[in-house]
């Protein structure tokens, strides 16, 4: 699903980001990106969403070289990617169903479809029942579902997440990325980078370690599911 090639990331500034990259995640894994502040983790998932482009190396997502395209092509590579963010990124004059829904209508969906699409998400994520709340009354963890929602509605193959509990406490942590666990669980291959250590270890999945925007570990569980 992903394979990075000898990738390095270097701003105008001169700060490489990451430096001779190389790992694969398969269709349907589930891993986590880790490190220190600065390591990379950020910059690795705008890459594999083309948010930012590599200065060397090869970038492959779901069988096509990002390398190769061109921007008119972006916006089809995206509609394969789910994407969460720690701030949410909500649109608070808009309703919860409205959120969750703007993906499907940029992509053309038809209304009754649409209706169907947003309450199956809003439902995986515990929150049917809020479908016509306001972002701005909810709590940051039912935030945190709805961009979640959002990210799943287009039923993509891959999802990635940046830091997605870094402002919740233990107990709301551990029910997000359960939720990721889920849909792993039915074939989606999903992608997160977090600094979270021991909510890592109970995942049980695999675990790339970066330092200084490069890899020093690797480390794949012996019971990763």
């Known amino acids: 699903m992903i394979a990075f090639d000898q990738v390095c990331k270097r701003y105008p500034s001169g700060h ?12 349907g ?19 594999v969403a083309l948010l930012e482009r590599p200065s060397r190396g090869q970038i492959t997502v779901g069988g096509q070289n990002l390398n190769r395209t061109q921007r008119r092509g972006i916006p089809g590579v995206r509609r394969g990617i789910g994407m969460v963010f720690q701030e949410h990124r909500l649109l608070l004059d808009r309703s919860v169903f409205d959120n969750v829904a703007l993906p499907l ?17 809003l439902d995986k994520v ?3 029942a809020r ?10 963890g039912e935030q945190q579902r709805i961009g979640i929602a959002r990210a799943i509605v287009t039923k993509p193959p891959l999802l990635i997440a ?8 233990p ?13 792993q669980q039915v074939g989606t291959t999903v992608l997160i980078a977090s600094h979270d250590l021991a909510l890592i270890k109970r995942m049980g999945k695999r675990v790339l370690v970066l330092d200084h ?3 020093i570990d690797d480390f794949r569980p012996q019971a990763s599911a």
């Open 16 to 27: 490489e980001a990451l430096s001779e990259l190389s790992f694969e995640l398969a269709a």
């Open 29 to 47: 894994e589930m891993a986590f990106v880790t490190g220190h502040s600065g390591a990379g983790k950020s910059t690795l998932l705008k890459l």
């Open 105 to 121: 209508v940029i992509a053309g969906v038809a209304r009754d479809e649409i209706g169907k699409r947003v309450r199956a998400a």
């Open 126 to 128: 515990g929150l049917l």
């Open 131 to 140: 479908e016509q709340a306001q972002p701005a009354v909810l709590s940051t």
């Open 162 to 169: 940046d830091e997605p509990t870094g402002n919740l406490d």
């Open 171 to 183: 107990q709301l942590s551990a029910e997000i990325m359960a939720l990721f666990g889920q849909f």
């Open 213 to 215: 925007g490069k890899l």
